[in-house]
């Protein structure tokens, strides 16, 4: 071991300490794998991270996926959640996963990734330094719109003429929602901890017109065979996109107030469809 091996490894374990001193009742072992003082020889984590956004179509992704003959989806589970809702949960745990996926590349879509602070994401890099990453960007207004109406009107088994304007509009200025359609926000976190290389960007027009090429896209970035059978996948399937509830146009106008200068910076940092939005 060189000097300045062991030299960081002190310095590790000093802090270590000093976190043990200060949280003496917190569990350490997210500590001993952030400071490197625990390694993942021999545990196995995915290979692709799915990471939103959410209400942007990473079930039609998933469902899609999972009939890939090389890919490895932990069964009866659409999202593990560990890096956000679970955390609680070690790290083993989540590694326990993978690991019937045999030679197979293997995955976890969890749209709420993509909302993760930057010390999460450093942590996912600790344990993931080579995952590809997949990112599918929706309008965000109409995704806001999806989003609450989960949350207000099928989560809740509401109706939707019972649910007041107040509360769609709380929902819409609610941190959660907006941090959920700050793209450039989340792009630029995750490129400050992973290499551009490793994440693809797609758009969810591309399923709704381009199902098949954005399918073809994703198996090339996932290091997968592009030679398939397609009829055995459901990319044809519409997309679930919320209720059959119209955006009204007194929502809308709010919304485009909250996302204004989103939809400019996505429309100029990417391009693409997203130069249609409004």
Known sequence: M???RRTEKLVNAARLAAAWIARPHALPEKWLYSLGLLGTHGLRFPDFLGIGAQKAGTTWLHQNLQHHPELYFPPRIKEIR??????HMSVA??????EPAGRR??????????????????FVRRLMPDARLILILRN???????????DLVETKRRRFDDVEPWEFLAHFDSRGARRNGGYIAMLDRWMRVYPEQQLLVAFFEDIRERPQELLLRIFRHLGVSRDVDWET????????????VPLPSQYREHLRGLFAAEIEAVAARL???ATDWS
């Open 2 to 4: 060189t000097t300045v």
């Open 82 to 87: 560990f890096f956000d809702a679970r955390f």
């Open 93 to 98: 745990r989540y590694a326990a996963f993978f």
């Open 105 to 122: 590349v293997t995955g976890d879509i969890t749209p709420g990734y993509g909302a993760l602070p930057i010390s999460r994401i450093r």
């Open 140 to 150: 965000p207004i109409e995704r806001a719109w999806s989003h609450a109406l989960m």
């Open 233 to 244: 996948f459901p990319y044809r399937d519409r997309i679930k996109e919320g209720s059959a």
């Open 271 to 273: 391009g693409g469809p």
